[in-house]
Each structure stands twice: as structure tokens, then as C-alpha cells.
């Protein structure tokens, strides 16, 4: 049975309270006991949970990433160690990194990126939506701690059967939106982009209004 108590979002955990956890969670690990594993570590903060996983071995890592599935947090692997973000990435797989990825700020993403192997990133790439992995080869191609490389080029994308009462919901049910942004990127059902439309353009029409009708079909700034 596990010694520590739940520490809802703590970003402060004390070295014997991290001590105390880690030797729980070794042993729900070790004995394949999921929930308590998943209790003892979705309490935490982000920063806290990454600090566990660095201080996992191998095995423990990739265990641990299996038994979080999909309640993985996606603000873990920036604050990995790299040795430990090359192990969670490869547990999850190219197509779910990629899915993580997308829900990152760009600089994030490319952080983590980084800290892989040319072989797991083109992995990754290749499972990307166009518009992510457009992104994420432009800032790798920068040197690193240039300013290109650090710079934030998250796209908000939506589909071109949407209206604009379901762009204007889905910008106000988002988390991780650009600190600033003046362009909506439109996207047919593969995820290939068809056009823009500007966010003074989106408040200023009728909610029943389709995106597709007051996009600007622009390829060559999309593309």
C-alpha cells in the first residue's frame, strides 16, 4: 500500500515527500498495480511528475508510460531529462508523440524533438499532420538557441465545414492558444490546407455562417 499521501498540483514536493512516492510507485510498478501507480502520480503537478519519471529506470519508465495511456499529461515530456524523454517517446509510439506534440507550444515541441535521435523524429514527422510536421522540420533546421528555433509558430486550424459558431466555441474551449494570433488556417478533411480567414472576420459574421464561404483562398500562404 503506498506511504504518501494524494498532493493535488503540488509544484513544490518536498526531496523525502518525492523519496517516499517513488518507492510507492516502484512498487505499484513492480506488482502491475495500475490504479494505485496512476493515483500516486495524477495528483501531481506536471513538473513533479516529469521528476519522477527521470528518476525511473528504463524499465520503470516505459512501464509507467503504458499504464498512464491516454491520461498521459502532455506537459510532462518538456521537462524530461533526455535520456527519460527518449524512453517516453518511445513508449508512446510515433502516431501518439505526434498527437502529444500538437497539443504543445511550438518551442516545446521542438524542444522535445530535439533531445531524439534522427530516426524517432523522422518517425514522428512522418505520423504528423502536414501543417505540425511543416512546422516542427522548419524550426530543426534552425541552429539551436537561435531565434527561429525558439520562436512560437503554433497555427489554430479548422475544418472548412465548420461555421463560425463552431470556431468561435472551439477558440473559447481551448487551453493552448497563441498568446496572440490574427489568422485561422482552414484545412479540407485530410488535413490539407485550403485557405485563411482572419479572426476580425470570424467575430464579425453570424455564428450560422459557413468558414468556407468567408475563407480566403489563399495556397500560396497556407501551403
Not at 30 to 45: F, G, N, S
Request: proline fraction near 5%; hydrophobic fraction near 40%; charge should be negative.
Amino acid at each position: 500500500m503506498p506511504t504518501t499521501q494524494n498532493n493535488p498540483l503540488s509544484t513544490d514536493e518536498s526531496d523525502a515527500q518525492i523519496a517516499a512516492r517513488l518507492e510507492d510507485l516502484k512498487e505499484a510498478i513492480d506488482i502491475q498495480d495500475v490504479d494505485t501507480a496512476r493515483e500516486l502520480i495524477d495528483a501531481l503537478h506536471y513538473t513533479d511528475k516529469a521528476e519522477l519519471i527521470n528518476l525511473l529506470d528504463v524499465d520503470g519508465r516505459h512501464e509507467l508510460t503504458d499504464m498512464m495511456g491516454e491520461s498521459f499529461d502532455k506537459d510532462i515530456l518538456p521537462e524530461l531529462s533526455h535520456e527519460a524523454a527518449i524512453d517516453v517517446i518511445e513508449t508512446l509510439g510515433p502516431d501518439k508523440s505526434a498527437q502529444v506534440l500538437t497539443q504543445l507550444e511550438m518551442d516545446d515541441a521542438i524542444h522535445v524533438m530535439v533531445e531524439l535521435s534522427q530516426s524517432n523524429q523522422q518517425d514522428i514527422l512522418s505520423a504528423a499532420p502536414a501543417l505540425l510536421r511543416e512546422e516542427l522540420e522548419e524550426g530543426l533546421a534552425y541552429p539551436e538557441h537561435s531565434a527561429g528555433r525558439l520562436m512560437n509558430k503554433r497555427l489554430i486550424c479548422v475544418p472548412e465545414f465548420w461555421t463560425v459558431g463552431d470556431t468561435l466555441d472551439h477558440l473559447r474551449e481551448r487551453a493552448d492558444l497563441p498568446a496572440s494570433f490574427y489568422v485561422i488556417y482552414v484545412t479540407d478533411p485530410k488535413f490539407h490546407p485550403v485557405g485563411r480567414v482572419t479572426l476580425a472576420k470570424v467575430t464579425q459574421s453570424k455564428r450560422e455562417v459557413s468558414i468556407a464561404s468567408i475563407m480566403e483562398q489563399d495556397p500560396h500562404a497556407v501551403a
